[in-house]
């Protein structure tokens, strides 16, 4: 059973809780996030020359640390990345894999390379 608060105390609590998510908590977790994102061939890429050799032409970079955002669900912050608009991959990125390189298995595990959770488990000082 969900509770749901009456019209006392409850309700401004949650609604500081909200402002704390979307003005403050959101902004900072998902600049983190970014900061802390490979981005292959770049900021915090541990690609090998294999792989970069690999990469098309128009390869565009950042697709995985440009998809990540946040947003307010039911009083919950959610702070997600995907990859791209055609496939997810964030947590493949986020928690190690079999790297598969354009459609080429490269035949080696890619070590975990932690984004997310590390942009949520900082400490943060209230001002």
């Given at each position: 059973?969900?509770?749901?608060?009456?019209?006392?105390?409850?309700?401004?609590?949650?609604?500081?809780?909200?402002?704390?998510?979307?003005?403050?908590?959101?902004?900072?977790?998902?600049?983190?996030?970014?900061?802390?994102?490979?981005?292959?061939?770049?900021?915090?890429?541990?690609?090998?020359d294999v792989s970069l050799?690999?990469?098309?032409?128009?390869?565009?970079?950042?697709?995985?640390?440009?998809?990540?955002?946040?947003?307010?669900?039911?009083?919950?912050?959610?702070?997600?990345?995907?990859?791209?608009?055609?496939?997810?991959?964030?947590?493949f990125v986020e928690t190690g894999h079999n790297?598969?390189?354009?459609?080429?298995?490269?035949?080696?595990?890619?070590?975990?390379?932690?984004?997310?959770?590390?942009?949520?488990?900082?400490?943060?000082?209230?001002?």
């Open positions: 059973m969900r509770y749901v608060p009456s019209d006392g105390w409850e309700v401004g609590v949650l609604a500081c809780t909200d402002r704390l998510f979307v003005q403050r908590l959101g902004p900072e977790i998902t600049a983190d996030a970014k900061r802390y994102c490979p981005v292959f061939g770049g900021q915090n890429s541990t690609a090998t050799a690999a990469m098309p032409d128009d390869y565009e970079p950042g697709a995985l640390r440009d998809s990540i955002e946040f947003y307010l669900r039911i009083h919950t912050l959610i702070v997600r990345a995907s990859g791209s608009s055609d496939r997810s991959y964030a947590y790297v598969v390189a354009w459609g080429y298995v490269m035949g080696y595990k890619k070590p975990a390379q932690p984004f997310l959770r590390p942009s949520l488990y900082q400490v943060r000082l209230g001002a």
